[in-house]
C-alpha cells in the first residue's frame, strides 16, 4: 500500500481532522510512554531523538562536550546533510562578521 492508497482508506472511515487527532495523540501517547515508563526503563530525551534520527536517516550535529562545565547538552542540529550544512555555514557567517567587528 502506497501513502496515497493509504490516505485514501483512512479517510472512508474518518474526517482528516479525526485521523490528525489521533495521530497526534498516539504520538503524545508513546513519548509519555518511553519518557515516563517504569523506574529503571525510562529513555533520555536525547536518546529519543537520537534513535529518530537514525530512522529517518538524518544526520546531528553536536558541539565538543569539553566546553560544557555541568556536562549538559546545549542543544544539537538534526536533519539532511543539506540542512546542517547550511545552518553551520550561516553560524560561520556570523561568527566571522563579530570577529570583524
Same mark, same amino acid.
Given at each position: 500500500m502506497n501513502v496515497k492508497e493509504l490516505y485514501d482508506h483512512i479517510l472512508k472511515h474518518m474526517t482528516a481532522e479525526q485521523a490528525l487527532m489521533k495521530m497526534l495523540e498516539g504520538t503524545v501517547i508513546e513519548y509519555k510512554k518511553l519518557k515516563f515508563?517504569?523506574?529503571g526503563k525510562e529513555i533520555h530525551p536525547e536518546m529519543l531523538i537520537v534513535l529518530a534520527v537514525m530512522d529517518r536517516g538524518w544526520n546531528m550535529a553536536i558541539p565538543d562536550p569539553k566546553g560544557m562545565p555541568d556536562g549538559e547538552l546545549p542543544g544539537m542540529i538534526v536533519g539532511t546533510q543539506e540542512y546542517i550544512d547550511d545552518v553551520l555555514g550561516h553560524m560561520d557567517y556570523? *561568527? *566571522?562578521i563579530k570577529d570583524e567587528n
Open positions: 515508563s517504569d523506574e556570523a *561568527k *566571522k
